[in-house]
């Protein structure tokens, strides 16, 4: 006997209202006419090793998993991809039909291809890139950079423990730089990524010294609200093309969507319009 249940996917997280997911995805499930819910699921500590695994029997097909969870989820998962795993973190999940749970990291996918959708002629093999933090996000961020061929990431962070950290991982490719130094290695990079949440809403100012920016250099800073941080805003000062946060969470939303709903959808301005609102 068939499956006639409308497919139900979502969010989960702690807290989880301030999420824009619900927004894309309900969008794209209207303008493709879909059947299916996309919504966000609240999920307290004590709660979540045993409440995902029955997300499956009460329809959900699949879901969108952030703060606090991206770690927990791989101690729960069944089956893990490999980009997930050397991440260290999922951000997709899929409901098996037989009951397993996958797991798997969009992230470095959507930082890709939210480049790529803004700067076309971007070619990663040209020269380096500079890397601000060494969390979960600098780690899909990394991964997916020297998979597209970039010939070396000088990283940076506050902590330098943690950076010196990615270098292990990560391979000889990478060479920390001390955070007081950061300013002194703009001028070699043909690409510069903030992963941390420094010039976010609510949270200090990156104080890092950026006239040594280059021009035609591209810089991209993971932070969406505000939509043009302070590190933007003088990159494009400096000549450099610039890149926001926001297509990054919408560029990663696509494989799941895809996954669950069974349309890939296509992230255009009216998606981004969904978004922001």
Request: with cysteine.
């Amino acid at each position: 006997m068939s499956d006639t249940r409308i497919p139900l996917a979502g969010v989960i997280g702690h807290p989880i209202a301030h999420s824009k997911s619900p927004h894309l995805h309900g969008y794209w499930i209207r303008k493709y006419g879909l059947k299916g819910h996309y919504i966000p699921i609240d999920i307290a500590p004590e709660k979540i090793a045993d409440l995902l695994p029955r997300l499956a029997d009460l329809g959900f097909v699949g879901a969108n998993v952030t703060i606090p969870y991206k770690e927990k989820v791989m101690e729960l998962a069944d089956l893990i991809t490999d980009r997930a795993t050397l991440i260290g973190a999922a951000n997709t999940l899929i409901f098996r039909k037989d009951g397993r749970i996958h797991a798997d990291n969009t992230d470095g996918y959507g930082f890709i291809e939210n480049i790529r959708q803004t700067i076309p002629d971007w070619n990663p093999k040209t020269g380096p890139a500079v890397v601000f933090g060494a969390g979960g996000a600098a780690r899909a961020v990394i991964a997916s950079l020297l998979d597209v061929g970039v010939p070396k990431i000088l990283l940076t962070n506050r902590t330098r423990i943690r950076a010196e950290k990615l270098r292990e991982d990560f391979g000889h490719r990478i060479q920390v730089v001390e955070w007081v130094q950061a300013g002194n290695v703009l001028e070699e990079a043909d690409l510069v990524v903030n992963t941390t949440s420094l010039g976010m809403v609510g949270k200090p100012e990156m104080r890092v010294p950026l006239d040594g920016l280059r021009r035609g250099a591209i810089v991209n800073d993971l932070v969406y609200t505000p939509l043009r941080t302070r590190l933007l805003t003088e990159a494009e000062k400096n000549g450099c093309r610039v890149v926001d946060g926001v297509g990054m969470l919408l560029h990663q939303a696509v494989p799941g969507f895809e996954r669950w709903f069974g349309k890939r959808p296509v992230v255009d301005e009216n998606a981004r319009a969904a978004v922001l609102r």
